[in-house]
């Protein structure tokens, strides 16, 4: 038997290009889940945004604390302000959800491949009668 590859043998792509293009589409994917989310809650759960943004000023009072030890002077109050501004509960709150959304979108693509793969590996199998494979 010849082990070489024939004319009929199929090109796979590069495994950095189906990477790449699986993580722009969880990307793109997570951007327009968050995005869908955030206006949902905004436009009819406003009371839970703001129950999220109440128990979020913990954390923005720990970035206050931090910022207040490890600078001095004036170096403080620009951080403090970027913090005020860019950081507010709402900026963590959207943080955060983009990464719940993007490691749940992760895993159902994982589990959806894993489901897939099997399915495929079950189909390959040829049928078998007693302990004879037929051919």
């Known amino acids: 038997m010849n082990s070489y590859p024939t004319s009929s043998t199929t090109v796979r792509p590069s495994p950095f290009i189906v990477l790449f293009l699986g993580k722009v ?7 327009v ?19 999220f943004y109440a128990h979020l000023t913990p954390l923005t009072n720990g970035l206050y604390g931090v910022v207040e030890a490890l600078f001095s002077g004036d170096t403080r109050y620009k951080i403090r302000a970027a ?4 950081l507010g509960q709402r900026s963590l709150f959207l ?9 749940t979108l992760y895993c159902l693509f994982k589990l959806a491949k894993a489901v897939i793969a099997t399915l ?3 189909r390959r199998q040829p049928p078998r009668v007693g302990n004879l494979v037929r051919r």
């Open 33 to 51: 889940v968050v995005w869908a989310l955030y206006a949902y809650l905004h436009a009819y759960r406003l009371e839970w945004l703001g129950w």
């Open 25 to 31: 589409a969880l990307l793109f994917t997570t951007i």
């Open 120 to 122: 495929l590996a079950g």
């Open 95 to 103: 943080l955060l959800l983009t990464a719940v959304v993007e490691l």
């Open 83 to 86: 913090i005020t501004d860019d």
